[in-house]
Protein backbone atom coordinates (compact mmCIF):
# COMPACT_ATOMS: atom_id res chain seq x y z
CA UNK A 1 0.00 0.00 0.00
CA UNK A 2 1.18 3.36 -0.98
CA UNK A 3 2.04 6.19 1.94
CA UNK A 4 -0.45 8.52 0.62
CA UNK A 5 -3.01 7.77 -2.08
CA UNK A 6 -4.47 10.06 -4.05
CA UNK A 7 -7.27 9.76 -6.80
CA UNK A 8 -4.61 10.97 -10.05
CA UNK A 9 -8.04 12.11 -11.82
CA UNK A 10 -8.07 14.03 -13.82
CA UNK A 11 -10.90 16.11 -12.74
CA UNK A 12 -13.10 17.75 -15.25
CA UNK A 13 -15.42 20.20 -13.81
CA UNK A 14 -17.61 23.10 -15.16
CA UNK A 15 -17.25 27.19 -13.41
CA UNK A 16 -18.70 27.27 -9.89
CA UNK A 17 -18.89 23.73 -9.72
CA UNK A 18 -17.84 22.21 -5.85
CA UNK A 19 -15.15 19.42 -6.39
CA UNK A 20 -13.82 17.09 -3.70
CA UNK A 21 -10.79 15.49 -3.64
CA UNK A 22 -9.65 12.95 -0.75
CA UNK A 23 -6.77 11.11 0.01
CA UNK A 24 -5.63 8.61 2.02
CA UNK A 25 -3.07 7.72 4.20
CA UNK A 26 -1.25 4.36 5.95
CA UNK A 27 0.75 5.79 8.67
CA UNK A 28 -1.63 6.16 11.60
CA UNK A 29 1.21 8.04 13.89
CA UNK A 30 1.18 10.79 11.02
CA UNK A 31 1.69 14.43 12.38
CA UNK A 32 0.57 17.22 10.77
CA UNK A 33 -1.19 17.37 6.89
CA UNK A 34 -1.33 19.72 4.09
CA UNK A 35 -2.52 20.34 0.53
CA UNK A 36 -0.06 21.99 -2.25
CA UNK A 37 -1.28 23.26 -5.57
CA UNK A 38 0.88 22.68 -8.21
CA UNK A 39 0.93 24.45 -11.71
CA UNK A 40 2.26 22.96 -14.84
CA UNK A 41 5.54 22.95 -15.31
CA UNK A 42 5.72 24.63 -11.51
CA UNK A 43 6.99 24.24 -8.28
CA UNK A 44 4.58 23.30 -5.59
CA UNK A 45 3.14 25.94 -3.39
CA UNK A 46 1.43 25.51 0.39
CA UNK A 47 -2.19 25.70 -0.28
CA UNK A 48 -3.58 25.15 3.07
CA UNK A 49 -2.48 23.10 6.16
CA UNK A 50 -5.19 20.70 8.00
CA UNK A 51 -6.09 20.88 11.28
CA UNK A 52 -8.15 17.91 13.36
CA UNK A 53 -11.07 20.51 13.47
CA UNK A 54 -11.31 21.17 10.04
CA UNK A 55 -10.32 24.33 8.31
CA UNK A 56 -11.59 26.63 5.72
CA UNK A 57 -9.78 29.24 4.00
CA UNK A 58 -12.29 31.37 1.58
CA UNK A 59 -13.79 28.72 -0.63
CA UNK A 60 -11.30 25.91 0.34
CA UNK A 61 -12.16 23.93 3.01
CA UNK A 62 -10.14 21.35 4.09
CA UNK A 63 -11.34 18.14 6.74
CA UNK A 64 -8.56 15.66 8.60
CA UNK A 65 -10.61 11.92 9.61
CA UNK A 66 -7.91 10.24 11.95
CA UNK A 67 -10.10 7.21 12.18
CA UNK A 68 -10.12 6.30 9.03
CA UNK A 69 -6.43 7.90 8.01
CA UNK A 70 -7.95 10.23 5.21
CA UNK A 71 -7.57 13.74 4.17
CA UNK A 72 -9.99 15.89 2.21
CA UNK A 73 -9.71 19.16 0.07
CA UNK A 74 -13.66 21.01 -0.90
CA UNK A 75 -13.97 23.50 -3.40
CA UNK A 76 -16.71 25.90 -3.62
CA UNK A 77 -17.77 27.90 -6.76
CA UNK A 78 -14.48 26.52 -8.65
CA UNK A 79 -12.87 29.12 -10.88
CA UNK A 80 -10.62 28.79 -14.25
CA UNK A 81 -7.46 29.48 -12.05
CA UNK A 82 -8.17 26.62 -10.12
CA UNK A 83 -7.10 24.63 -12.72
CA UNK A 84 -3.88 22.94 -11.25
CA UNK A 85 -2.81 19.51 -9.30
CA UNK A 86 -3.49 19.34 -6.05
CA UNK A 87 -0.86 17.54 -3.74
CA UNK A 88 -1.89 15.80 -0.41
CA UNK A 89 0.84 15.40 2.34
CA UNK A 90 1.40 13.98 4.75
CA UNK A 91 3.99 14.47 7.70
CA UNK A 92 4.78 11.09 10.05
CA UNK A 93 8.73 12.28 10.44
CA UNK A 94 9.04 12.56 7.06
CA UNK A 95 7.37 14.50 4.61
CA UNK A 96 5.21 12.24 2.36
CA UNK A 97 3.71 12.99 -0.94
CA UNK A 98 0.69 11.78 -3.19
CA UNK A 99 1.49 11.88 -6.77
CA UNK A 100 -1.50 14.87 -7.24
CA UNK A 101 -5.12 14.84 -8.48
CA UNK A 102 -5.55 16.98 -11.84
CA UNK A 103 -8.07 19.36 -11.92
CA UNK A 104 -9.49 21.17 -14.91
CA UNK A 105 -12.38 23.70 -14.48
CA UNK A 106 -13.86 24.37 -17.89
CA UNK A 107 -15.97 27.74 -18.95
CA UNK B 1 12.27 38.76 -1.04
CA UNK B 2 13.74 36.04 -3.33
CA UNK B 3 12.62 32.66 -1.12
CA UNK B 4 14.27 29.15 -2.47
CA UNK B 5 16.27 30.09 -5.54
CA UNK B 6 17.19 27.15 -7.98
CA UNK B 7 20.01 27.13 -10.40
CA UNK B 8 20.06 26.38 -13.66
CA UNK B 9 16.37 25.86 -15.04
CA UNK B 10 17.19 23.44 -17.80
CA UNK B 11 20.00 21.15 -18.02
CA UNK B 12 20.97 18.04 -20.64
CA UNK B 13 23.95 16.12 -19.47
CA UNK B 14 25.47 13.19 -21.24
CA UNK B 15 25.52 10.23 -19.56
CA UNK B 16 28.56 9.56 -17.10
CA UNK B 17 29.32 13.61 -17.12
CA UNK B 18 28.89 15.58 -13.37
CA UNK B 19 26.77 18.39 -12.34
CA UNK B 20 26.18 20.33 -9.35
CA UNK B 21 22.83 21.98 -8.51
CA UNK B 22 22.63 24.88 -6.60
CA UNK B 23 20.10 26.22 -4.33
CA UNK B 24 19.74 29.40 -2.14
CA UNK B 25 17.42 30.09 0.65
CA UNK B 26 16.73 34.12 2.21
CA UNK B 27 14.67 32.98 4.61
CA UNK B 28 16.94 31.99 7.34
CA UNK B 29 15.30 28.60 7.39
CA UNK B 30 17.20 25.66 9.19
CA UNK B 31 15.91 22.93 6.94
CA UNK B 32 16.63 22.56 4.02
CA UNK B 33 15.61 19.62 1.05
CA UNK B 34 16.18 17.94 -2.27
CA UNK B 35 13.24 16.05 -4.10
CA UNK B 36 12.90 14.69 -7.41
CA UNK B 37 9.94 14.41 -9.29
CA UNK B 38 9.06 11.93 -12.20
CA UNK B 39 5.78 12.08 -14.35
CA UNK B 40 2.77 10.99 -11.87
CA UNK B 41 4.60 10.06 -9.22
CA UNK B 42 5.45 11.79 -5.84
CA UNK B 43 7.86 13.90 -5.48
CA UNK B 44 10.47 11.42 -3.67
CA UNK B 45 13.67 12.66 -1.17
CA UNK B 46 16.80 12.58 -2.03
CA UNK B 47 18.50 14.73 0.68
CA UNK B 48 17.79 16.70 3.60
CA UNK B 49 19.64 19.14 6.29
CA UNK B 50 18.44 20.14 9.48
CA UNK B 51 21.45 23.00 9.95
CA UNK B 52 24.61 24.50 8.56
CA UNK B 53 27.02 21.24 8.77
CA UNK B 54 24.54 18.75 8.69
CA UNK B 55 22.83 16.41 5.94
CA UNK B 56 21.49 13.29 5.93
CA UNK B 57 19.80 10.83 3.12
CA UNK B 58 16.44 10.60 2.18
CA UNK B 59 14.73 7.73 0.04
CA UNK B 60 16.55 7.61 -2.83
CA UNK B 61 19.86 9.06 -2.06
CA UNK B 62 22.09 6.97 -4.62
CA UNK B 63 23.42 8.67 -7.11
CA UNK B 64 23.89 12.17 -5.35
CA UNK B 65 25.75 13.93 -2.74
CA UNK B 66 24.93 17.64 -0.79
CA UNK B 67 26.92 19.54 1.43
CA UNK B 68 25.35 22.45 3.93
CA UNK B 69 28.21 24.83 4.48
CA UNK B 70 26.11 27.65 5.12
CA UNK B 71 22.56 28.33 6.28
CA UNK B 72 21.76 29.44 3.02
CA UNK B 73 22.93 27.27 0.46
CA UNK B 74 22.49 23.73 -0.08
CA UNK B 75 23.51 22.55 -3.39
CA UNK B 76 23.25 18.89 -5.03
CA UNK B 77 25.91 16.88 -6.63
CA UNK B 78 25.43 14.87 -9.31
CA UNK B 79 28.02 12.20 -10.26
CA UNK B 80 28.04 10.16 -12.98
CA UNK B 81 25.27 10.84 -14.55
CA UNK B 82 22.59 8.01 -15.46
CA UNK B 83 19.14 8.26 -17.50
CA UNK B 84 17.31 7.39 -14.59
CA UNK B 85 17.98 10.65 -13.24
CA UNK B 86 16.29 12.64 -15.85
CA UNK B 87 13.92 14.56 -13.87
CA UNK B 88 12.54 17.52 -12.14
CA UNK B 89 14.75 18.62 -9.33
CA UNK B 90 13.22 21.04 -6.45
CA UNK B 91 14.77 22.46 -3.86
CA UNK B 92 12.82 23.36 -0.68
CA UNK B 93 13.08 25.31 2.62
CA UNK B 94 11.27 25.41 6.08
CA UNK B 95 10.92 26.88 9.59
CA UNK B 96 10.75 23.07 11.51
CA UNK B 97 10.35 19.92 9.74
CA UNK B 98 6.53 20.06 10.76
CA UNK B 99 6.22 23.30 8.88
CA UNK B 100 5.18 23.87 5.12
CA UNK B 101 7.81 23.94 2.76
CA UNK B 102 8.64 26.52 0.37
CA UNK B 103 10.33 25.19 -3.05
CA UNK B 104 12.13 26.81 -5.59
CA UNK B 105 10.90 26.93 -9.43
CA UNK B 106 13.14 23.54 -9.83
CA UNK B 107 15.61 22.10 -12.57
CA UNK B 108 14.44 20.20 -15.41
CA UNK B 109 17.09 17.50 -16.04
CA UNK B 110 17.71 15.48 -19.27
CA UNK B 111 20.55 12.70 -19.12
CA UNK B 112 21.27 11.03 -22.51
Known amino acids: RKEVEQDPGPFNVPEGATVAFNCTYSNSASQSFFWYRQDCRKEPKLLMS???SGNEDGRFTAQLNRASQYISLLIRDSKLSDSATYLC????????FGAGTRLTVKP | NAGVTQTPKFRILKIGQSMTLQCTQDMNHNYMYWYRQDPGMGLKLIYY???????DKGEVPNGYNVSRSTTEDFPLRLELAAPSQTSVYFC???????????FGSGTRLTVV
Open chain 2, 49 to 55: SVGAGIT
Open chain 2, 92 to 102: ASSTTSNYGYT
Open chain 1, 89 to 96: VVNDNDMR
Open chain 1, 50 to 52: VYS
